[in-house]
C-alpha cells in the first residue's frame, strides 16, 4: 500500500512570499491532519478534515494560513503572506476514521523563511 | 487531546545497550500510542497500549502503562544505530481527535 505523499520536499521563500504544500493520503482514509514541527518540538495540529469537511482549525493561523481538501482525496495548505516564524516542517497525515486513531504521516515539507 | 510529556529529553547510549524513555500525561485516556521519526521523515506508529492493559511488546520495544500514576515507558531492548530517532508518545482520549506530541526524546545509538 503506498504511503502518504507529499509535495514538495523543500521549499525556500523570501518572508512576505506565498508558499503551497500537497498531499495525498493513503487511499481510503477519510480524516486528514496537517501538522507544523519546529525544530526541536513535536508536531503541532493546524487543521483536521474528514472527507472535505473541516473537524478543527482552531490552531490555524487563518489570517495567513489556508487549507483545502474539495473531493475529500488530496489536499493543499497554503500560507500567504509567509513570516519567518513559518520556517518548519509541514507534515500531512492520515487515518482511517473508524478503529484505532493510528496515524500514518507523509515525510513533509521543510519550509525556510529568508 | 492532551498532550504528553516524554523523558528524557535526550538520551545516548551504545549499541546493544538498552534505551528507557518515559512519559506522563495529566488526565485519563482510552490508550497511548509511541511513535518515531528518523531525522528528516515524518512520524512512524510503533505501538499502541489500551488502557486496560499494563504492557504490551513489539519486537524489541516492550511498553508499560501505569494508569494510576498517568504514566508510560517504552523500552528498546538491545539497541541498534538504527534506532536513533526521535520518540513520542501521544495520550488519547477519544478516537476522533488529532494527536498531541510533547518535545520527544531524542535517543542517539553510538555504533
Known amino acids: 500500500e503506498a504511503g502518504v505523499a507529499q509535495s514538495p520536499r523543500y521549499k525556500i521563500i523570501e518572508k512576505r512570499q506565498s508558499v503551497a504544500f500537497w498531499c495525498n493520503p493513503i487511499?481510503?482514509?477519510?480524516?486528514l491532519y496537517w501538522y507544523q514541527q519546529i525544530l526541536g518540538q513535536g508536531p503541532k495540529l493546524l487543521i483536521q478534515f474528514q472527507n472535505n469537511g473541516v473537524v478543527d482549525d482552531s490552531q490555524l493561523p487563518k489570517d495567513r494560513f489556508s487549507a483545502e481538501r474539495l473531493k475529500g482525496v488530496d489536499s493543499t495548505l497554503k500560507i500567504q503572506p509567509a513570516k519567518l516564524e513559518d520556517s518548519a516542517v509541514y507534515l500531512c497525515?492520515?487515518?482511517?476514521?473508524?478503529?484505532?486513531?493510528?496515524?500514518?504521516f507523509g515525510a513533509g515539507t521543510r519550509l525556510s523563511v529568508l | 487531546s492532551q498532550q504528553g510529556e516524554e523523558d528524557p529529553q535526550a538520551l545516548s547510549i551504545q549499541e546493544g545497550e538498552n534505551a528507557t524513555m518515559n512519559c506522563s500525561y495529566k488526565t485519563s485516556i482510552n490508550n497511548l500510542q509511541w511513535y518515531r521519526q528518523n531525522s528528516g521523515r515524518g512520524l512512524v506508529h510503533l505501538i499502541l497500549?489500551?488502557?486496560?492493559?499494563r504492557e504490551k511488546h513489539s519486537g524489541r520495544l516492550r511498553v508499560t502503562l501505569d494508569t494510576s500514576k498517568k504514566s508510560s515507558s517504552l523500552l528498546i531492548t538491545a539497541s541498534r544505530a538504527a534506532d536513533t530517532a526521535s520518540y513520542f508518545c501521544?495520550?488519547?482520549?477519544?478516537?476522533?481527535?488529532?494527536?498531541?506530541f510533547g518535545s520527544g526524546t531524542r535517543l542517539q545509538v553510538q555504533p
Open positions: 497500549i489500551r488502557s486496560n492493559e
Open positions: 487511499s481510503g482514509h477519510a480524516t
Open positions: 497525515a492520515s487515518r482511517l476514521t473508524t478503529g484505532k486513531n493510528i496515524q500514518y
Open positions: 501521544a495520550p488519547t482520549d477519544t478516537g476522533r481527535r488529532a494527536l498531541t
